[in-house]
Every structure is written in C-alpha cells, then in structure tokens.
C-alpha cells in the first residue's frame, strides 16, 4: 500500500525525480574558498563525479570578521568551477551587496548564488530546496511553513 502523501505526487514529479541534478552538499565554508573549491574540483574529476551543483550547508563568509574587499572577494569566487548556492549571508565583507533578488548571481561570480534567508526554491532545473538561515530564524520558519501549506507545494528533495 502506498502512503497518501505519495501517491497524491504527480506522475511528473516522480518523471522528474529520475534527472535529478547529482549534488555535492558541504558544512561551513567560513570564508575558505580555495579549499572549497579545490576539494570540489577533486570530488568532481573522481569517480564519485561528475557533479551539477553545489550546497553549503553553514556559514559560507568568514565569521572572524576578516577585512577582506569585495573586488578580492570576487576574484576567488570567480574560480568556483560548478554553481553553488548558499543561504546565510551573515560575515559577508562590508563592500558586498545583498543581492536584490533571491538566486540571483553575486557580480563576477556567476557560479555562486544566495538562495535568500528563508524559502522554497526551484533550481538546476528541477531540485527543490528549501531553506533557513540565520538570523531570524523564527521569521524563516513561519515563512517555510506558509509555503509548505500552499497546494502546489509538492515537496522538498533537500533541506538546508
């Protein structure tokens, strides 16, 4: 037998499922991205690759207030080899602009988006993530639960 909530799924939906993008999840990052990158380039080159997208799951800026510039910021982003998207902003260098828009790009690094501090979002084609971060949680988790009770919310394949 199978349970309600699956077979309320559409057929689509499981149709999906089966292209999903094959996903590389990390902790925090804390502003190491020559590391990040590196590892990534690794694991993506290896026999466990090749991989679509990258998760980070923490803090993605360095937390000890390192005085870094935007331009020197985006200089090593620019290096990172697949799209990644993170959601706490909380260390980013004084210089660096939120973006306007939830996924958007940061400027000169095309391959690194902030998924925004709470929500539900579809990218890569067709993952579903949703997502909290600090530092409101409590507003990130009331807003997650408003989009989770819409009816065309069908569910989340990642959580961060």
């Given at each position: 037998?199978?349970?309600p ?28 991205f ?8 690794t ?18 800026f360095s ?14 982003l ?10 706490d902003w909380r260390?980013?260098?004084?210089g660096l602009a ?11 690094a ?9 929500g539900?979002k579809?990218i ?33 394949d990642?959580?961060?």
């Amino acid at each position: 037998p199978s349970s309600p909530a699956l077979a309320a799924r559409p057929a689509s939906r499981t149709a999906a499922t089966a292209a999903m993008p094959r996903l590389l999840v990390c902790g925090d990052v804390g502003g190491k991205f020559g590391p990040l990158f590196k590892r990534v380039r690794t694991l993506h080159g290896s026999k466990a690759g090749p991989f679509d997208v990258v998760l980070v799951a923490g803090s993605f800026f360095s937390s000890a207030g390192d005085a870094v510039s935007a331009e020197d910021l985006f200089t090593v982003l620019a290096d990172c080899p697949l799209p990644l998207y993170f959601a706490d902003w909380r260390g980013a260098p004084a210089g660096l602009a939120q973006p306007q828009e939830e996924g958007q790009a940061l400027p000169g690094a095309p391959n690194v988006r902030f998924l925004g501090s709470a929500g539900i979002k579809t990218i890569e084609g067709n993952l579903t993530v949703a997502f909290l971060a600090p530092p409101d949680v409590d507003q990130g988790l009331r807003r997650l639960e408003t989009l989770a009770k819409h009816p065309s919310f069908l569910g989340a394949d990642v959580l961060l």
